[in-house]
């Protein structure tokens, strides 16, 4: 066709949204996903692992489970939520400073759009989805060509750098973000399928 969109599900923006009051942040960085390896839940540990300063949190289920229960008593900076539903995530997240995506393929990841509309910024591995949403190439890792070690090193560099940004510097990075995520709210994204309908019947009356 000569003319085509396309749109992501869009995430609940009645529920994922930067609240005028923020609650304090418990956690420096979050991760939300299925507990598998596409996801980068070896990633995940190995960086609560590198990083024994931080306080890292977790919300998910999945075939990994028992590596996270066992890092979990082993790391004192690890703390595992499990299956949370979204009233209780986005809790979660405003008491975040960082949302981490550490996928090795994703398609577009909602989880990345909820934390942003909540003001949370993400440090990612480039995928196609987390390209399409961070506009900071220091944010968005690529993971192409290089060994583990090396991307495990430069996932630690960004994160460290990005806790290391003053408080003006991360409160306006907060804001860009939130504005970003605004084009993936689900009010967003029925605006433009209704657009879409409205046109295409238009131009066949």
Known sequence: VSSYSILCAGYNDNIFYKKNKQLTKKYDFLQVCSLD?????????????????QQFALVGEGPMKQDVLAAQAQFSNLNYFGKQKPEKLVDIIHQTKFILSLSRNESFG????????????AVA?????????????????????????????????????????????????SVTVNKTAESFSLTRVIEQIVTIYNAAFKGNL
């Not at 390896?37 to 300063?53: C, H, Q, T, W």
Request: aromatic share 4%.
């Open 37 to 53: 390896k596409n996801k980068g839940i070896d990633r995940f540990l190995s960086l609560v692992a590198m990083m024994p300063e």
């Open 125 to 173: 591995t480039s995928t196609d989805g987390s390209k399409a949403q961070i506009d900071d190439a220091s944010r968005c890792i690529e993971q192409k060509n290089i060994s583990e070690e090396q991307l495990l090193a430069n996932l630690k560099d960004s994160m460290a750098f990005n806790l290391g940004l003053s408080p003006k510097q991360y409160d306006c990075l």
């Open 110 to 121: 909602l989880t990345l759009s909820e934390a942003q509309a909540c003001g949370v910024p």
